[in-house]
């Protein structure tokens, strides 16, 4: 594993794409349980693996001074309220009761130091304010039909994953993890939608196998059925149910 993420060889324009698309699908649910902590004019906030930077713009926007961090900052630019730095969350320091908010989106999942950065990330929300955590659980997805080739790709899927120290269904082990750690009023929403080939949760599923194609390959996926599942990722005639998206927020006492 290099850094948070299994790194295959894709192309940056597609994994420029990725991101994109990502964004595009998760924000607005992001955004609906920011919404609702409410979130402050003046609150200051921090945006932990910010990726392409729209929920940080969106804090910047909306809120007030906003850090946002990763180990590739080369997709997030400086802008009004927002600033970045490149961190890793594991290792590097962070400030002591600084944030009024501490967002981080799919980046828990693929750390095997998930509970000690969790620890963490508690420690720099002031008294009183607010942590909000998404992952998501990738062992709910499917095809509408049963489908041998995709159960197979599945499995390859998860045990290549798991090597690398990711935890595929981490979405749905958030909210005991928020509980462990001993912070207040918390709240949970999970969403799951189903859709056809070539829209958003197939067409990022799509994506992922691609760059991920060599572990895959590793972990005993055969080519037929990779081909095979690829194809119905992005055929509209097949319906498939994505993976389960959890939002959980909480505040620390």
Not at 15 to 40: F, G, H, K, N, S
Not at 54 to 69: H, K, N, Y
Not at 180 to 191: M, N, S
Request: charged share 25%.
């Amino acid at each position: 594993m290099n850094e948070y993420v299994l790194r295959a060889s894709v192309a940056p324009d597609d994994e420029a794409a990725r991101l994109m698309l990502i964004q595009d699908y998760q924000d607005p649910l992001t955004v609906e349980v920011l919404r609702a902590l409410p979130v402050t004019a003046g609150w200051r906030c921090l945006d932990v693996g910010a990726g392409g930077g729209s929920i940080a713009r969106w804090l910047a926007a909306e809120v007030g001074p906003t850090l946002a961090t990763d180990l590739d900052v080369t997709r997030l630019a400086p802008g009004p309220n927002l600033s970045v730095r490149r961190h890793d969350v594991r290792t590097d320091p962070l400030p002591e009761a600084e944030f009024d908010l501490v967002h981080t989106r799919l980046v828990l999942q693929h750390l095997p130091e998930r509970a000690a950065v969790l620890a963490r990330l508690v420690t720099t929300v002031r008294p009183n304010g607010h942590i909000v955590i998404g992952d998501i659980d990738f062992t709910v997805v499917r095809p509408s039909e049963p489908d041998p080739a995709f159960d197979r790709i599945q499995a390859a899927f998860d045990a290549a994953v798991r090597d690398a120290g990711w935890q595929p269904d981490l979405g749905a082990h958030l909210l005991s993890m928020i509980d462990d750690a001993g912070l207040d009023d918390v709240r949970a929403t999970c969403h799951q939608h189903v859709q056809k080939g070539g829209e958003a949760a197939p067409a990022i599923l799509a994506m992922t196998y691609q760059r991920l194609r060599p572990r895959l390959l590793t972990f005993g996926a055969a080519e037929a059925d990779l081909a095979r599942v690829l194809t119905r990722l992005v055929d509209p005639a097949v319906r498939w149910h994505g993976p389960a998206l959890w939002t959980v927020a909480a505040r620390r006492p």
